[in-house]
Every structure is written in structure tokens, then in C-alpha cells.
């Protein structure tokens, strides 16, 4: 508070920040430098599709463990399906023991997406191609980037300029290719896609056009998501069409801990057991293809794709390859996904249509916008020329709550619009509290600048209690509560911090100014 210069430099960072994240807000079609975050809008406000299923295992004799894992299993095949649907973001999230709640904000075609959610898990293993195959179907991509770019939307949205027409062939084929390009410059296998490039690679993988660009035989697909990084780099692998053997000859996959293939290869790993047939099948397969790599493919997503070392005659196989023991686990789960071990039921559907999304939003802009009116237009009759201050710190606080939620990647919904309002509110308080300490010190006799820092100096400890058991409040309710209420709770906890820092470090800022620059025998307070 008293270094000018350090208090300035924080102003001036949070004053960037905010205006960098809120800008694509306020005004389209930024250039390219800016920010490419959106905020993102909950069910409730664009309308889309809530399920919730229920993992019945009533009727079965299973260990508490093996019911745990059942719900695992059907939560890891479920993400996996959404993913390949192309929602952009799905909430999908374990309620209670054995309930899964969906939410598919954007989706409009609901019987596509409930048989999706519902259809039978397909685990499959698969051969990678060869190196040379591999650069036959990347150069065809390639092709089919550079002759296409004009006819597709999204591709002309990936290549985020505004006409295609204006660009020489080659240009069109460096700006329009980088997808590919990441393939051909990574050396060995798994080759990587970054993650800003997914949605346009999926939209591809669906593609009927490139699809039968793809050399016969083949088939590009994505591997699994690094759930410790949800913006890490996927790895994309080429395989055969052709699947050597199915999930429906796996008996059983378990984690184990101790060596694997080598002595070098200690730890968790995943020990695949198949029945009489399957290990014949398997025996043939890894036998004929020494050396190459096998991929573990469920529901067209590539789990891993495993060296093959040695004929495995016994039908057991074990995957190593410096797992930690949840990692392991989790593909464990996956491998075992291809026969469920307790049906999921559908028991409650929800759909909420775009135009009751659009009424909720206008609702709440319009709730905000009067609720933040009322509050300005009180603090600037009441309080006169400090209170127009205060207004300012309100506006600032709700473009910082509106800034951090994009740049976080977090959701806003009717419950969190609910949240922001009352944050309105309670950003003056802070003000309101200090303005009435200044009011005292006037009235006691103390100069202009004695009575500001006196007040905002006393107004101190009671605005940081008041702000942090509010802010405790809300953390607890975030860490316990379901999706509505975690809504409230994120939009809530950002608006306390943002309003402390309008109300004490901003506004302090700007009465400092005040004072400092013309002396003042009066304020307006």
C-alpha cells in the first residue's frame, strides 16, 4: 500500500490482463495475436442434453472393489465416447457410488447422443503400419489439405484467415497443413498433434472425403488424453483397419507389481489374460509380427501401442513400460471395458433448448445490469464524488471476475451469474465501510489526507475478515458441492478477491491521486 510504484505496477498488470481476456468479449473478429479463449457457456445457457445413468450391479456378486471398478470402467468408456462426439465441453463426473452424470452443453442431435453414451464397448488390437505407410498416408493428407482448403469451413477456420482466394497455391498449402506437418517432423512413433489442433483433426477423422483419401487398409487415430494435462500434445498413430484380435477373446486384464519383459523393467504392470481361442489368436499374432508395435484401441482411441518382444504362446501377455500404479489401474480398466461387469441404465434425461438458454442469459445480463445500476447510482448520490470512485472499483471487479473466468477456461452458468451479482453487492461494502471511517476523521478535525489513509488504514482488518470468511464459505462450498452450486461458489470466490483489490488497492490508487496532485481542503464524500 505505501510503495506507489509496486502498488502501480500491480494496477497496471491486472489492468492488461483483464483487458486482454475481456476483449474478445466485447469486440469480434480480433487479430490473431489476441486471445483464442472464449468463455464458455453452462448447459443452462446454451441449452443442450443432461443424463444421468445409474451402474447396476444389484443383481450381481461383486467385492466392494470390483463394484468400484465397475463404475470406473463405465465413467472411462462414457469420456471416451463424448470425446469422439465432439462435444466441446462435457461435464462428465461420478455422483454418489454408482450414479454418472452427463452434460452436453451445445448438443442438439439427443438420440445420437444417447446411443452413443449406451452402445457396447469395442476393444480391439491392432497393428501399427510400417514407417513407409505411415509417410504414404501423411503425404495424402497432406494433398487433401491443400487441394480441399477452399470447400470446407473449418478448414478455412483453421487456417484462420479470412479468404483463401488471395493466397498463392503454396502458401496455401504452408498456412493449411500444420496438422500434418507435425507428423512428418517428429521422428519414430507415437507422432503428436497439439491440442489446439483436435477439434479440426476430429472433425477430419469424420470426414467422408478424407476418409477415402486415406490409403486402403488404414486408419488414422488419436491416442487417449493425458488426464494430469488437459493441454499436453495427443499422440496419432496409423494403424491397420483389419483388428487381429477383439476384447470379446480377453478373459481378464489385472495390475500386478514386479518385472516385466526385461530385469530392467520393474513396477506396475498390466497383465492381459485371454481364454483357449483367444490365446491361439494371440500366440499366431505376436509370433508372426516380432518387433513391431500392437495397438490397444477402444472405441477408436489408442490406449498404447506396446512393442511385441516375443511370441506369447501362453495367452498371457504382460504391458510395460514405466506405469505408475494409477496408471496402470486406469488401463486396466479400460482393457476390462470391453465386457461391462454391471449394466448402465439410463434414469433421468434432461434437455434444455437454446431459446430457454437465451432467456436465462438475457434474464441474468439484465438482472446484473440493474443490480449494478442500483448500486452505482446509490454510491454516487450518497457519497457524492467518492462514491463515483467506488462505482468504478464495481465495474473493474466485474470485469476481472468476467477476465479470470475465460482466461481460467471455467463455465458460466445461471448459478454462477447469480454469484457475480451478489458480488456486485458486496463490492461496495469494502467502500462503504472505508468511506464512513473517512467521514469520521473529517468530522474529528483531520486534514484531507489524514482522514483518507486513517480510513482506509482502519477499514483494514474488518474488510479482510469480512472478505475471507465469506471466501472460506465459498471454498467449502466448491469443494463439496455439485455442479450448480461449484458454479456459485467459482464466480463467487473470484469476485471477492477481485473486489478486495478494487475497493482497497485500486480505489486507495486513485484517491491518492487525488490528494497528491492538487491540494484539497474538501472531498466529496
Same mark, same amino acid.
Given at each position: 500500500?505505501?510503495?506507489?510504484?509496486?502498488?502501480?505496477?500491480?494496477?497496471?498488470?491486472?489492468?492488461?490482463?483483464?483487458?486482454?481476456?475481456?476483449?474478445?468479449?466485447?469486440?469480434?473478429?480480433?487479430?490473431?495475436?489476441?486471445?483464442?479463449?472464449?468463455?464458455?457457456?453452462?448447459?443452462?445457457?446454451?441449452?443442450?442434453?443432461?443424463?444421468?445413468? *445409474?451402474?447396476?450391479?444389484?443383481?450381481?456378486?461383486?467385492?466392494?472393489? *470390483?463394484?468400484?471398478?465397475?463404475?470406473?470402467?463405465?465413467?472411462?468408456?462414457?469420456?471416451?465416447?463424448?470425446?469422439?462426439?465432439?462435444?466441446?465441453?462435457?461435464?462428465?463426473?461420478?455422483?454418489?457410488?454408482?450414479?454418472?452424470?452427463?452434460?452436453?452443453?451445445?448438443?442438439?442431435?439427443?438420440?445420437?447422443?444417447?446411443?452413443?453414451?449406451?452402445?457396447?464397448?469395442?476393444?480391439?488390437?491392432?497393428?501399427?503400419?510400417?514407417?513407409?505407410?505411415?509417410?504414404?498416408?501423411?503425404?495424402?493428407?497432406?494433398?487433401?489439405?491443400?487441394?480441399?482448403?477452399?470447400?470446407?469451413?473449418?478448414?478455412?477456420?483453421?487456417?484462420?484467415?479470412?479468404?483463401?482466394?488471395?493466397?498463392?497455391?503454396?502458401?496455401?498449402?504452408?498456412?493449411?497443413?500444420?496438422?500434418?506437418?507435425?507428423?512428418?517432423?517428429?521422428?519414430?512413433?507415437?507422432?503428436?498433434?497439439?491440442?489446439?489442433?483436435?477439434?479440426?483433426?476430429?472433425?477430419?477423422?469424420?470426414?467422408?472425403?478424407?476418409?477415402?483419401?486415406?490409403?486402403?487398409?488404414?486408419?488414422?487415430?488419436?491416442?487417449?488424453?493425458?488426464?494430469?494435462?488437459?493441454?499436453?500434445?495427443?499422440?496419432?498413430?496409423?494403424?491397420?483397419?483389419?483388428?487381429?484380435?477383439?476384447?470379446k477373446y480377453l478373459k481378464e486384464a489385472n495390475t500386478k507389481i514386479g518385472q516385466g519383459y526385461t530385469a530392467k523393467e520393474k513396477g506396475p504392470y498390466v497383465l492381459l489374460v485371454f481364454d483357449k481361442k483367444g490365446a491361439k489368436i494371440f500366440s499366431s499374432v505376436t509370433g508372426q509380427n516380432i518387433g513391431r508395435r500392437l495397438a490397444i484401441v477402444l472405441d477408436d482411441v489408442v490406449y498404447m501401442a506396446p512393442n511385441i518382444e516375443s511370441k506369447i504362446p501362453s495367452g498371457e501377455a504382460r504391458i510395460s513400460g514405466g506405469f505408475s500404479l494409477q496408471e496402470a489401474h486406469d488401463l486396466v480398466i479400460v482393457l476390462n471395458a470391453g465386457n461391462l461387469p454391471a449394466p448402465v441404465e439410463i434414469i433421468e434425461e434432461r434437455t434444455v433448448g437454446p431459446s430457454l438458454g437465451a432467456d436465462s442469459v438475457?434474464?441474468?445480463?439484465?438482472?446484473?445490469?440493474?443490480?449494478?445500476?442500483?448500486?452505482?447510482?446509490?454510491?454516487?448520490?450518497?457519497?457524492?464524488?467518492?462514491?463515483?470512485?467506488?462505482?468504478?472499483?464495481?465495474?473493474?471487479?466485474?470485469?476481472?471476475?468476467?477476465?479470470?473466468?475465460?482466461?481460467?477456461?471455467?463455465?458460466l452458468t445461471v448459478p454462477g451469474i447469480a454469484g457475480m451479482i451478489l458480488t456486485i453487492g458486496m463490492a461496495v461494502d469494502a467502500n462503504v465501510i472505508i468511506f464512513e471511517r473517512i467521514r469520521e476523521n473529517l468530522a474529528l478535525g483531520k486534514t484531507v489526507r489524514s482522514a483518507v489513509d486513517g480510513g482506509f488504514s482502519r477499514a483494514m482488518v474488518t474488510i479482510l475478515d469480512a472478505n475471507i470468511t465469506t471466501l472460506i464459505t465459498a471454498l467449502v462450498l466448491y469443494q463439496f458441492g455439485t455442479g450448480p452450486i461449484k458454479g456459485f461458489a467459482v464466480t463467487l470466490s473470484i469476485g471477492i478477491v477481485g473486489s478486495m483489490f478494487a475497493s482497497i488497492i485500486f480505489a486507495k490508487a486513485i484517491f491518492d491521486g487525488m490528494i497528491t496532485n492538487v491540494k484539497r481542503d474538501k472531498l466529496s464524500i
Open positions: 500500500m505505501k510503495n506507489r510504484k509496486i502498488r502501480g505496477l500491480m494496477i497496471l498488470v491486472v489492468l492488461l490482463v483483464t483487458a486482454y481476456y475481456l476483449a474478445p468479449l466485447l469486440v469480434p473478429n480480433l487479430p490473431g495475436f489476441w486471445t483464442s479463449k472464449e468463455l464458455k457457456l453452462g448447459l443452462d445457457l446454451q441449452g443442450g442434453m443432461q443424463i444421468l445413468l *445409474e451402474v447396476d450391479y444389484s443383481d450381481l456378486k461383486l467385492s466392494n472393489d *470390483e463394484k468400484d471398478d465397475a463404475v470406473k470402467t463405465a465413467l472411462e468408456i462414457i469420456r471416451n465416447r463424448i470425446d469422439q462426439f465432439g462435444v466441446s465441453e462435457p461435464d462428465i463426473r461420478r455422483i454418489g457410488k454408482n450414479r454418472i452424470q452427463i452434460q452436453l452443453p451445445g448438443v442438439k442431435d439427443f438420440g445420437r447422443a444417447k446411443e452413443l453414451i449406451g452402445k457396447t464397448a469395442l476393444l480391439e488390437f491392432k497393428l501399427i503400419a510400417t514407417n513407409a505407410e505411415i509417410q504414404k498416408t501423411v503425404d495424402a493428407a497432406n494433398k487433401f489439405l491443400s487441394e480441399n482448403i477452399a470447400n470446407y469451413d473449418y478448414l478455412k477456420e483453421f487456417a484462420d484467415i479470412e479468404s483463401v482466394d488471395v493466397l498463392a497455391d503454396e502458401e496455401t498449402v504452408e498456412v493449411n497443413t500444420r496438422i500434418f506437418s507435425e507428423l512428418t517432423t517428429a521422428s519414430g512413433m507415437p507422432f503428436a498433434i497439439s491440442n489446439e489442433n483436435i477439434e479440426i483433426f476430429n472433425k477430419l477423422m469424420n470426414d467422408k472425403e478424407f476418409q477415402r483419401m486415406i490409403p486402403a487398409g488404414l486408419t488414422i487415430a488419436v491416442g487417449k488424453e493425458d488426464r494430469s494435462d488437459e493441454f499436453a500434445d495427443r499422440p496419432v498413430f496409423v494403424h491397420y483397419e483389419k483388428a487381429e484380435i477383439t476384447g438475457n434474464a441474468g445480463i439484465m438482472a446484473a445490469v440493474i443490480g449494478m445500476a442500483a448500486v452505482i447510482l446509490f454510491m454516487m448520490i450518497y457519497y457524492g464524488l467518492s462514491g463515483l470512485i467506488a462505482d468504478i472499483a464495481v465495474v473493474l471487479n466485474v470485469a476481472f471476475i468476467l477476465a479470470i473466468m475465460t482466461w481460467l477456461g471455467g463455465t
